[in-house]
């Protein structure tokens, strides 16, 4: 049987053609990810620890739950909305001031993020796309927050040439403990540009919360490489977070779809400066020499998409561990880390919510996911999205 399997792998590989180089797919590679047990082991989900509550439904694409400080939760909408969730109930007119956004594909008003003096300066951070004479691209800009809604708007990064494909934006942002605003974009669908370091797409990108450029970024300074650039050779990152304790900062990535590679192949990453991931070089569980191989690989697709690492108190046995919700694979996967290595994963929510988008920690330690059924990719739901609760059992 494994002869067979191998010889169909091998046929196929002589068949299939990528269509932006044509060259054969690596099928080899992701028949070896397919029968290949995972290198983390998976626990059984403790489903008697926690219920799950329907804090709110009625929303439309949502893409992030940003919580702050005063107990409040924002939610973008990929059509354009800031919505506003105070008390457990969603306000009804969206927050005022978003700029004007690209909803085409998978663009729109993407992720938000806190200024790290939020608290004093309330200031925030929206990724959204563009149609601009350049393609659609990824914008990001910079406002306060006021009672009367979002004022101030300066634009921090202002994108850069994109494509009429409506694909791959990336965009997930994040401060470092060293303040600078990291954020991902997309490679747009054409892999190449993920490895060209004179093109943004298909990074991550560092910069100063004013948008200038810190002067250690590690490409500062050539002349052969972008200097916003942090790390390169991804796909379509689209979630981020920071290790507590180490600072370090581990993102996840969509693995290929069949168009651009064999499918599966996401990612769970450690992101270092100057560091290489493959895309589109390698895929799945190969890797080659100056190549930073994935801590976490998964074949079939789960589409993974927004992270956070736990700090809580509310479920102690889960401190500093990392979440990360899934499309495709309709769950919320939960990594505990020994230092930089994952030891054991679990699966949290399987095929109970659809597809999820986003989790987040609630100031009382809880932890909130989005759903994600009533975008393109969907099965459409009348009542709309929802925003869930996990709350431990007493």
Known sequence: MRKLISLCALACALLVLRPDTGAAYDVAAWLR???????????????????????????????????????????TERPGRLR??????????????????AYQGQG????????????????????????????????IARFKETPEGLTEMKVVFPGFPGSEKAKHFGCRM??????????????????????????????????????????DNPFAGRKDARPEIFSYGNRNPQGMA??????????????????????????????????NYGWPVVHHRENKEGMIAPLLEYTPAIAPSGAVFYTGEAFPG????????????RKVVRVKFKGQEPVEQEFLLEERFGRLRDVAQGLDGTIYVITSDTDAYGPGRKEGDRLLRLVPLP
């Open 108 to 139: 729109g008003l993407l992720d938000m993020a806190l200024h790290p003096g939020y608290a004093s300066n309330r200031l925030v951070y929206l990724a959204y796309t563009v149609d601009s004479d350049a393609g659609l691209m990824t914008r």
């Open 318 to 329: 889960w401190k500093n561990d990392f979440f990360f919700a899934t499309l495709v694979g």
């Open 174 to 215: 994040v401060f470092g403990p060293d303040g600078k605003l990291y954020f991902t974009l997309g490679e747009r669908g054409e892999g190449k540009r993920a490895q060209d370091l004179m093109d943004l797409n298909g990074k991550t990108l560092r910069l100063n919360e004013d948008g200038t450029l810190p002067p």
């Open 242 to 275: 920071v290790q507590p304790g180490t600072g370090h900062i581990v993102q996840t990535d969509h693995g290929p779809s069949w168009n651009d590679a064999p499918g599966g192949g996401d990612e769970v990453n450690l992101i270092v400066a100057g560091g």
């Open 33 to 75: 990810a397919r029968v290949t047990p995972p290198t983390v082991p998976v626990v059984e989900s403790g489903k008697g620890t926690f219920r799950v509550e329907t804090v709110l439904e009625g929303l439309e694409s949502p893409w992030a739950i940003i919580p702050v400080p005063d107990g409040r939760i924002f939610i």
């Open 84 to 101: 506003l969730v105070e008390n457990g109930r969603l306000s009804s007119a969206p927050v005022p001031g978003v700029p004007r956004v």
